[in-house]
């Protein structure tokens, strides 16, 4: 093998490597909002419902 073979996917390597690392830690930050958001859901759910009594 060539050893500017071997460099190249060395370097490949690298990057796909990096490449599912940052994905992971998108699929984390969605996760995240998605909680935060279902809060926020369950917050103002629970906020309306004496307006929706007095009728």
């Given amino acids: 093998m060539d050893p500017i073979d071997s460099l190249v996917e060395l370097i490949e390597g690298k990057s796909k490597a990096k490449t599912k690392q940052k994905r992971k830690w998108r699929e984390i930050?969605?996760?995240?909002?998605?909680?935060?958001?279902?809060k926020e859901i369950e917050f103002f759910d629970g906020s309306f419902e004496h307006l929706l009594e007095d009728v």
């Fill in 29 to 38: 930050e969605q996760l995240k909002e998605k909680l935060a958001l279902e």
